[in-house]
């Protein structure tokens, strides 16, 4: 006879019964395993107070915790039963897998009017995206780039001060940090940007097109990263995926960071 116990999330069971099932199951124990019957039932009184029956196994429903119990009951020729239990438990998926954010997108050629400001709006269009990922429908790019240029966060010749488009996104109800790592070696640089992508998406600071060989300053939104990928979302470009290591050698190790305020 076997038994089977299983944990699992978003199981759909076919019969219901209560656990005293379980218990009947277990009448045919031998007294001399009254021990392991004892140690079930310890077990058993941590699950909820219904299972899931098929014809060969038996589904318990609780939490989160993926947790297989067999145990199984076979005569050998001294007509003594073997009981052996095992127990698996699965993390949940959020906890072993990393993630990127949906972050909307701007184009900077699209969403900008102004032709004299489209081939440089990279840094106000990534902005735009942060701002409305955590406030939707916040404010127009062509609105935040007025913004920007009244507030003096566009220096001529040199492109978006960092520190002028986090100013910005603190009128806005958040809160913008810059980071400059250039001066640390590239293990501690992406080590803090790789933190600060747990907690929500940056703003990065690379070569255009994401090509070391491009003397063109750009600033794209970075949406995550997923084993050796990471997501961005490029004002100039578009959505899409690089390499981490491909990245890294286009990234200028400086980014800035902004979160909704406490």
Not at 156 to 161: I, L, Q
Not at 223 to 231: K, Q, R, V
Request: charged share 20%.
């Amino acid at each position: 006879m076997t038994i089977f116990l299983a944990v699992l999330i978003n199981s759909v069971p076919i019969i219901f019964s209560p656990k005293k099932s379980i218990e009947k199951s277990y009448s045919s124990l031998p007294q001399s395993q009254s021990q392991i019957k004892q140690n079930f039932s310890t077990f058993e009184n941590d699950l909820t107070p219904f299972i899931a029956i098929t014809p060969n196994k038996t589904e318990v429903i609780p939490k989160k915790e993926k947790i297989t119990t067999t145990v199984t009951t076979r005569e050998n020729e001294n007509t003594s039963k073997e009981v052996k239990v095992i127990e698996t438990i699965t993390p949940d998926k959020e906890e072993t897998e990393n993630s990127f954010f949906d972050v909307p997108f701007f184009s900077q050629f699209k969403d900008i009017s102004s032709s004299n400001w489209q081939k440089v709006g990279c840094g106000i269009a990534s902005l735009g995206m942060i701002i409305n990922y955590y406030e939707p429908k916040e404010i127009s790019v062509n609105a935040l780039l007025n913004e920007g240029i009244n507030s003096g966060a566009y220096i001529n010749d040199a492109g978006w001060s960092h520190q002028g488009l986090a100013n910005l996104a603190d009128k806005h109800g958040l809160v913008g940090s810059t980071y400059d790592f250039s001066a640390s070696s590239m293990e501690v640089a992406f080590a803090k940007f790789e933190n600060s992508l747990k907690e929500g998406p940056v703003i990065a600071s690379v070569h255009y097109t994401f090509d070391p060989s491009n003397p063109i300053p750009h600033l794209a939104v970075i949406n995550g990263i997923e084993g050796d990928t990471l997501h961005y979302s490029d004002p100039a470009e578009g959505q899409g995926t690089i390499s981490v290591e491909k990245f890294k050698r286009a990234w200028k190790k400086r980014y800035i960071k902004i979160r909704p305020s406490v």
